[in-house]
């Protein structure tokens, strides 16, 4: 439907009030008087623009993820199912030692023959992965996801800022502008005497406009500091996610690796591991053998493998004194 209704003189016909909300549409200028009277114009034409805009930006919002979608995520994707599987591979291992160690305890009459099996699986370093280690070790001196993921959080915090000072500018220059004086005296219309010099108008959808303006806002204001807060997060090690692993023996990726610099590729990798964590299958049952750790009473009770495996985990550094 029609834009603009403007209130054309009762002496107009029907097709003479159509040209004039064609007309004040086309032009879109408000004509006024200053406090000293003089005339003045303004320009509405960004409000026939704000839907056009809207579209603009939803295309510049969109461009961040498509930069992170086929120059990051291929890689990062690799990157998150190596390391998945070489940690489940950790797990599996330390399950298939405890598995050996408890048999070895229960063909054995005697408890020394267990407990140097056990000091040997310490000594021998069962649990050592050099190629996870060496691998890690490589992202952490590469930077290209770190580069794009901050490029990607900086124009998501630029298109963010933009669209919100744009549409300050709007609400402070022309979103309480929903009524103008349009004038149609151009060309030969000029010498009519009977045309007005000014007709009213009234924009049908502003008040449209300015519903969708501030939703739009609102949403984006809420949204810069979560970008911030996202990028802030690579200022940062996040040691909880290996420090479960590091239950493991001779697991110290932590304590040998992440003493530089978090603006790396690694840091990156384990974000998004600590938000893929589903996929992760041992580490909630690492984390079932850690809440099991405190509630061991006695720890030369070795019964189960659970029992086993807190045992590595730790909780006896050395062999107890054989009573």
């Not at 190629?131 to 901050?150: D, G, N, S």
């Not at 000072?165 to 009977?194: M, R, W």
């Not at 690796?257 to 603006?263: I, N, Q, S, V």
């Not at 299958?281 to 030369?300: D, G, H, P, Q, Y």
């Amino acid at each position: 439907g029609s834009q603009i209704s403007c209130f054309s003189p009762t002496n107009f016909t029907g097709k003479q009030s159509a040209y004039t909300d064609k007309a004040c549409w086309d032009s879109l200028i408000h004509h006024g008087f200053d406090a000293e009277g003089r005339a003045i114009t303004k320009s509405l034409w960004a409000l026939k623009a704000f839907p056009y805009s809207l579209l603009v930006v939803a295309v510049l919002m969109y461009l961040p993820y498509l930069l992170w979608r086929y120059a990051a995520a291929p890689a990062l994707h690799c990157d998150l199912l190596f390391i998945i599987d070489e940690l489940d591979k950790s797990y599996n291992r330390s399950v298939r030692l405890v598995q050996h160690m408890k048999k070895v305890q229960q063909a054995s009459a005697e408890p020394e023959q267990f407990w140097e099996e056990y000091e040997r699986a310490r000594r021998e370093r069962y649990f050592e992965f050099p190629l996870l280690e060496r691998y890690l070790t490589c992202k952490q001196h590469a930077h290209a996801l770190v580069f794009i993921y901050i490029l990607r959080n900086l124009l998501l915090l630029l298109f963010l800022a933009a669209t919100c000072l744009y549409l300050v500018f709007l609400h402070l220059n022309i979103f309480f502008q929903d009524e103008f004086s349009c004038s149609i005296k151009t060309g030969l219309l000029e010498a009519e005497p009977h045309i007005p010099s000014l007709i009213p108008c009234k924009l049908v959808f502003f008040s449209v406009f300015q519903l969708i303006s501030l939703s739009v806002g609102s949403v984006y204001v809420l949204l810069i500091p979560i970008v911030i807060y996202n990028a802030l997060q690579l200022c940062q090690w996040d040691k909880g996610l290996l420090s479960v692993y590091e239950m493991l023996p001779a697991f110290d990726l932590l304590s040998r690796r992440m003493l530089t610099c978090p603006l790396n590729d690694l840091n990156i990798i384990l974000l998004f591991l600590r938000a893929n964590i589903s996929e992760l299958t041992s580490f909630s049952r690492l984390n079932a053998v850690s809440a099991l750790r405190e509630a061991t009473a006695n720890k030369e009770d070795i019964d189960t493998v659970i029992d086993f495996m807190t045992l590595l985990a730790g909780l006896e550094t050395t062999k107890p004194k054989h009573q």
